[in-house]
């Protein structure tokens, strides 16, 4: 498979890095990603000023890779429209460094960037280690290559991401796969005030709040040190609240 790989720990990121090497021995790789940090970008685009797309010499034998100054989703629309010849067959976003869990996605450059790959018509997954120390990339890499050996068989169905959380553990260590809903994200946000040079500035801090999740949440499952999958969609859409809402008067 023609596999085009992003992520918004940047091009550099060990994670990335991991994930390239494991999937080059048997797919054509391609690496699209920013040249620095983007985490939390959300789903935003550069439409401002233009993008720099700089080829890596060297970033691994027989993988083709790009850093960009511009955000996830850059890197895969840009990727897919100027970079990457012919046509791609799967666009991953990962591996990330820390869960993508719940409300979080919303937030998620990764999540984003597979995103963008589904509006654009490719299968997508997004794949992320739940930790930020002792990340055990290989774990999500070995899964991920079982991952792609599913989907060349199966169909996802249109615009529709999956969204893959890995226990950041020894492979073996992993108790199995359960495919899941999103969970319920809260966090105790607050701003600490920093004063330099004579102004203010604020750094946004927080810890995450225990929620009381379903069972067959991502946040259970990967408590449980299970292997999470959610497939996702772009529509947002409360069906269920339509028809009360056509009852309102204006």
């Not at 999937?23 to 690496?31: A, D, G, K, M, R």
């Not at 990603?33 to 401002?48: F, K, W």
Request: overall charge negative.
């Amino acid at each position: 498979m023609k596999i085009l790989l992003s992520n918004d720990d940047g091009v550099h990121a060990a994670g990335i890095r991991v994930l390239a090497e494991a999937l080059s021995t048997s797919h054509e790789i391609f690496v699209v990603a920013p040249d620095r940090e983007r985490s939390a970008s959300g789903h935003s685009l550069t439409l401002h000023k233009p993008l720099r797309a700089e080829p890596l010499r060297n970033y691994l034998n027989g993988v083709k890779a790009w850093q960009v100054n511009g955000t996830p989703s850059d890197c895969v629309k840009i990727g897919v429209l100027a970079l990457v010849p012919d046509k791609i067959d799967l666009i991953i976003s990962g591996i990330n460094r820390g869960a993508n869990l719940g409300t979080d996605i919303l937030y998620s450059g990764t999540v984003s960037a597979a995103m963008e790959g589904t509006f654009m018509g490719f299968p997508a997954i997004a794949v992320s280690v739940t930790a930020f120390d002792d990340t055990y990339y290989e774990t999500a890499a070995i899964f991920i290559k079982k991952l792609i050996e599913n989907i060349k068989k199966e169909v996802i169905p249109p615009y529709t991401l999956l969204n893959v959380n890995v226990p950041s553990m020894p492979f073996e260590n992993i108790k199995g796969v359960k495919f899941t809903r999103l969970g319920i994200r809260k966090y105790n946000d607050f701003f600490e005030k920093i004063k330099l040079h004579g102004k203010s500035y604020y750094w946004l801090k927080g810890d995450i709040i225990k929620v009381e999740n379903h069972e067959d949440s991502d946040i259970v499952a990967i408590e449980n040190d299970y292997i999470s999958i959610t497939p996702l969609h772009y529509d947002l859409t409360l069906y269920s609240f339509i028809d009360e809402i056509k009852t309102w008067n204006f």
